[in-house]
Each structure stands twice: as structure tokens, then as C-alpha cells.
């Protein structure tokens, strides 16, 4: 059962525009929540972050929220540019049922923008 | 800056062949750990340590292990290889024991290729 899913699988944006990348947690536990971005033949990259205390958290054009109530975060890109095309993975962070720290990963959404 | 390094990039085995994946980071990093990807699975954690002499299993653990009698490096070995273990496998660290929680990002090698014919 996949405790955080990124439903949709792709993404297609035109370059400028905004990109709005959606990810579901089912665990309340989860404290922490990390999006990464990963290229073609590289391994993942860390992109942002968001504690659970909060409901935004911002970096130049990348820009997270989380509604808790909703169990849901997104990721926003504004302005989207071409070099942003990567597949994007959610990942979810807290401790399980043995007080171990666990983190979670969604399936990711493959971002293409187009010029 | 090296950062996590692993090798090999490529590698082909025969069912039944054992291999080693070499990973090393240069961060002093006390936290890394091994992911496998697969095609609709996403990032599973397959073993991981704390630090120099503590390793513990992941998500899917069978039919790997792990050694980490340095800071420095956590190789990953299959001692009899599967077809089930074609993959994409990541090495990953991160600084604090913790790991990937709060504000601990990890860090990830570039991949290792793995086809189990």
C-alpha cells in the first residue's frame, strides 16, 4: 500500500508557465517532507523541503505547500524553464510503528517543459 | 568534489554470479544506505548504517549485504545474483545518523545499472 503517491505519472508545461506537481500521504506521522528531482542516468537530487509545523516553504522559483487536513503537498516551479524537465519524486519522513525513522518515496511525476 | 561515488556505472551478471557495488562518500557523512528503483516501484531501501560498524535492514534486504568498517565506504554485495535484481541501484549518505529526517537531505551516487541475465 503506498503511503505517499504522486498520481499523476507525467506533466507537460510550456516554458513560462507554472508547473504544479501533486503528491497524497496517507500516514498522519509523517513530520517532514522532501522533494527531489532526478535527471536521466543521475541519481536524485535534493530540490526543497517543508517541515510539517509548516503550511510553505519557498526557494527562488520552487516553491512547496502542505495542507495537512488534506494530507497533501504540492510543489510549484514558477516561471517553468526547459531545464526543469526531470522526473520529480515525493518523499515523506517519520517514525514508523518500532520508533524508527523511515522515509517514504512516491513513484515520482515526469516534468516536461517545452519551449 | 567527489561527493557519493559508485562503481560500476554498467554491469551485466549471470544468474547464480556474485558482485560487490562499491559505494564511497567524501562528505564524512555518518548515515548512507542503499535504494534499489524499479519500473513502478520508485526508491526501495534496501540496507542501510548509522555509522562505522551499524548496518540494519531496509524495505527489501533479501539476497543482499552490507558491511561498513569505515566512515568512508558501504558496498553492497549479492552473493547469488537473480533476475529479480535487475535494477537501478543508489547509494545514498546523508550527515547525520539520522539520516533522511528534518533537515538531513541525502545525498545520492549516480546510479548503478544492474542487469541479471
Known amino acids: 500500500d503506498q503511503q505517499v503517491k504522486q498520481n499523476s505519472p507525467s506533466l507537460s508545461v510550456q516554458e513560462g508557465r507554472i508547473s504544479i506537481l501533486n503528491c497524497d500521504y496517507t500516514?498522519?506521522?509523517?513530520?517532514?517532507f522532501l522533494w527531489y528531482k532526478k535527471y536521466p542516468a543521475e541519481g536524485p537530487t535534493f530540490l526543497i523541503s517543508?517541515?510539517?509545523i509548516k503550511d510553505k516553504n519557498e526557494d527562488g522559483r520552487f516553491t512547496v505547500f502542505l495542507n495537512k487536513s488534506a494530507k497533501h503537498l504540492s510543489l510549484h516551479i514558477v516561471p517553468s524553464q526547459p531545464g526543469d524537465s526531470a522526473v520529480y519524486f515525493c518523499?515523506?519522513?517519520?517514525?514508523?510503528?518500532?520508533?524508527?525513522?523511515?522515509?517514504?518515496w512516491g513513484l515520482g511525476t515526469s516534468l516536461a517543459v517545452n519551449p | 568534489n567527489a561527493g557519493v561515488t559508485q562503481t560500476p556505472k554498467f554491469q551485466v551478471l549471470k544468474t547464480g554470479q556474485s558482485m560487490t557495488l562499491q559505494c564511497a562518500q567524501d562528505?564524512?557523512?555518518?548515515?548512507m544506505s542503499w535504494y534499489r528503483q524499479d519500473p513502478g516501484m520508485g526508491l526501495r531501501l534496501i540496507h542501510y548504517?548509522?555509522?562505522?560498524?551499524?548496518?540494519d535492514q531496509g524495505e527489501v534486504p533479501n539476497g543482499y549485504n552490507v558491511s561498513r568498517s569505515t566512515t568512508e565506504d558501504f558496498p553492497l554485495r549479492l552473493l547469488s545474483a537473480a533476475p529479480s535484481q535487475t535494477s537501478v541501484y543508489f547509494c545514498?549518505?546523508?550527515?547525520?545518523?539520522?539520516?533522511?529526517?528534518?533537515?538531513?537531505?541525502?545525498?545520492f551516487g549516480e546510479g548503478s545499472w544492474l542487469t541479471v541475465v
Open positions: 545514498a549518505s546523508s550527515l547525520s545518523p539520522r539520516g533522511p529526517s528534518s533537515g538531513n537531505t541525502i545525498y
Open positions: 562528505m564524512n557523512h555518518e548515515y
Open positions: 548504517s548509522v555509522g562505522a560498524g551499524i548496518t
Open positions: 500516514n498522519s506521522m509523517f513530520d517532514y
Open positions: 517543508i517541515s510539517s
Open positions: 518523499a515523506a519522513s517519520g517514525l514508523n510503528a518500532g520508533n524508527n525513522r523511515k522515509l517514504i
